[in-house]
């Protein structure tokens, strides 16, 4: 079996995410491949892991690719913000969030994440969902589409994506990445098509965080995993665009100055290293920010 994603930052992650009971429990709420998991593992022969992920295809994988561990490697089929909603109170020692997509996904899942297929306008990570990226597409009225590509996408063609996406399922329903990919691209400025990313990149993105409700699962997940962290516990966030960093950020902040239970350990993000991107040119955009669970201020 072929394991294709690099663990982005993962000597910084192994550096600052330190068991404080090198028998104790960990959670990586984003297990993907479990390239993390199996260098935590590795690292600490008596740690525990509890893998979550919503995507039964790539658990699949991190189980094949772990299964030496077991019985300290457990998969969880779930949500993170599920999981943690629901974690006992003080009960793990480790939090690794990853909030990128994995590379599987692209070129693996047949979900339409990768815009250069002729795959099915989907980009589900619960292929269970009640709806994909192409009931978003064909369905959503221009005004709506054009607001959630800006919105979630930070695309400054957003009008003009929609437009152009209403015309053309007038004529036949849009059902493959590649379709719409081409209708993004003939619609956008011919100075805006050929720059340093695809001028479908922020359309797609757009559509994978609202098929996911990608972001409005990170704060109240960040906030139970505190909750769930033991004092002396350590939780990692690693983060790829600004609208998912922006609600890290603050939330973090926030906790630390209104809850003070938390010590924020970076107070500027972590970066991968120049050596990284170049063997890793996505992780360019990566961004670590960690803290550590403390004693809880108590005013007299």
């Keep these: 079996m072929e394991f294709l994603h690099y663990s982005v930052m993962y000597r910084e992650v192994l550096e600052y995410l330190v068991p404080a009971h090198l028998d104790g429990t960990m959670v990586d709420a984003t297990t993907g491949e479990g390239g993390h998991t199996r260098l935590f593992l ?12 919503r995507d039964e295809g790539i658990q699949q994988k991190a189980k094949e690719r772990l299964k030496e561990f077991s019985p300290r490697f457990t998969p969880v089929l779930t949500w993170f913000d599920e999981y943690f909603k629901t974690a006992g109170d003080e009960s793990v020692d480790l939090v690794l969030f990853d909030l990128g ?10 979900r339409g994440f990768s815009f250069s297929t002729d ?16 009931y978003i597409v064909n369905n959503y009225s221009e005004e709506d589409l054009s607001n959630l590509i800006y919105q979630y996408g930070e695309e400054r063609y ?24 081409d209708i993004i691209f003939h619609a956008v400025p011919d100075s805006y098509r ?12 757009a559509l994978r965080i609202a098929v996911n409700g990608e972001l409005d699962r990170i704060k109240p997940a960040l906030l139970d995993a505190i909750r769930a ?26 906790r630390e100055k209104d809850v003070r239970d938390i010590k924020i350990l970076t107070k500027k993000p972590v970066r991968p290293t120049a050596e990284e991107e170049s063997e890793n040119p996505p992780s360019r955009s990566a961004k670590l920010r960690v803290v550590e669970k403390i004693e809880k201020e108590v005013n007299i």
């Design 119 to 134: 795959e099915p306008l989907d980009m589900r990570l619960d292929e269970k969902a009640s709806f994909d990226a192409s």
């Design 101 to 110: 997509i994995s590379t599987y996904h692209y070129r693996e899942s047949g």
């Design 194 to 205: 050929h720059g340093r990313i695809s001028p479908a990149t922020r359309t797609f993105q």
């Design 42 to 53: 590795e690292k600490y022969p008596k740690l525990k892991v509890i893998g979550l992920d």
């Design 158 to 181: 957003s009008r003009r994506i929609s437009r152009a996406i209403v015309k053309k399922r007038e004529e036949k329903r849009i059902e493959k990445a590649s379709e719409l990919e």
């Design 229 to 254: 962290l033991k004092t002396n516990g350590r939780m990692g966030v690693i983060t790829f665009h600004s609208l998912e960093d922006r609600i890290v950020k603050w939330t973090l902040k926030e």
